[in-house]
């Protein structure tokens, strides 16, 4: 088994910027989904974006669209999650995740990850 850390949370005011990145050790990622969710205060996890391996294509939730991008760097081991136009309502603990290595199709929900970090917390003040 691996690990994945995040980095890169913070404290940003509404319209800001962060980019937070998950580095995957004692494992390689170069067929594995990866996915970022997120916590907030009170609510369940929710599924944030999503990139797939091999054709590298990406999901992303309504909320998101538009503001959030992922991307990825398998030789680095690492997953982004770039921010920007961030809102109030983006602040969340964030949770990088990993599906199971080489499936040939993903489901982008909790139960559909094998591998979680720690998370990052994310705080945008209005």
């Known amino acids: 088994q691996g690990q994945l850390v995040e980095s890169g949370g913070g404290l940003v005011q509404a319209g800001g910027s962060l980019r937070l990145s998950c580095v995957a050790s004692g494992r390689t990622i170069s067929r594995t989904s990866m996915a970022w969710f997120r916590q907030a205060p009170g609510k369940e996890r929710e599924f944030v974006a999503g990139?797939?391996?091999?054709?590298?294509?990406?999901v992303y939730a309504d909320s998101v669209k538009g503001r959030l991008a992922i991307s990825r760097d398998n030789a680095k081991k690492t997953v982004y999650l770039q921010m920007n136009s961030l809102k109030p309502e983006d602040t969340a603990v964030y949770y990088c995740?990993?599906?199971?290595?080489?499936?040939?199709?993903?489901?982008?929900?909790?139960?559909?990850?094998?591998?979680w970090g720690e998370g990052t917390l994310v705080t945008v003040s209005s």
């Open positions: 990139i797939t391996w091999g054709l590298l294509s990406t």
């Open positions: 995740a990993a599906a199971a290595e080489g499936s040939s199709r993903t489901t982008w929900n909790y139960h559909g990850m094998e591998y």
